[in-house]
Structures are given as C-alpha cells and as structure tokens.
C-alpha cells in the first residue's frame, strides 16, 4: 500500500510564490519509476504539470515551464513543487503522482494523493 499526502496549498496574489510538498510512504520497499504533480481547476479535465523520472529528468507542460520546478528527496521519499510568478489560472487542485512497483514485483501501478487546493487571486 502506497500513500501520498500532499501539503503547501492556499492562497497568494498573482506573482507570488507556493511550495508543494508530497510526502510518500509505504508498507513494503517500493520503486519509483517516475513522480510527478497534476492539476484540476474547476469544470476541466485534470492535467499534466510536471514528471520526474527515474533518472532525474524533468519535464514540464509549457504552461508552467519556467515557473514551476519540480524536485525530489529520495531519502525522504518526499517530491516537491516550486511554484513561482503564479498567474490566477493556476488556481486548481494540486495531486502529486508516483508510478513504481513494490521490490520484487513487476506490477507497476499509479498512485494518487489526496490534493492540495491552489488558488491564485489576481
């Protein structure tokens, strides 16, 4: 059993900054094939932000990009999400996303957080 607890939401002015955080955690040893955060605002489809895959690479929807930076702590198995210069559409639901497999199992799933709520006010 995978759990992603996502934390750092509210509300700031258009032009200010956000820190996402998602803490994982799991009952057995887990790997990680990529992470990464998705968004929903109100009425739309929820929608890719951001990946990290095993190997550190970094993608971003241009939406974002230059703005948003993506990181992880492995150690702390925590992902992180820089949110900087927000603009009012950027007001949504943030979820942080992990596709692995337990150790020893070629069953990989994704799992999703709870969300944390974002809003921009202009």
């Known amino acids: 059993q995978v759990q992603l607890v996502e934390s750092g939401g509210g509300l700031v002015q258009a032009g200010g900054s956000l820190t996402l955080s998602c803490s994982i955690t799991?009952?057995?040893?887990?790997?990680?094939?990529?992470m990464g955060w998705y968004r929903q605002a109100p009425g739309q489809l929820r929608q890719w932000v951001t990946t990290?895959?095993?190997?550190?690479?970094?993608t971003y929807h241009s939406s974002v990009k230059g703005r948003f930076t993506a990181s992880r702590d492995n150690t702390k198995k925590t992902l992180f999400l820089q949110m900087n210069n927000l603009k009012t559409e950027d007001t949504a639901v943030y979820y942080c996303?992990?596709?692995?497999?337990?150790?020893?199992?070629?069953?990989?799933?994704?799992?999703w957080g709870q969300g944390t709520q974002v809003t921009v006010s202009s």
């Open positions: 799991s009952e057995r040893s887990f790997n990680i094939v990529n």
């Open positions: 996303n992990v596709y692995g497999a337990a150790t020893g199992s070629t069953l990989a799933l994704s799992y």
């Open positions: 990290i895959s095993s190997t550190d690479a970094t």
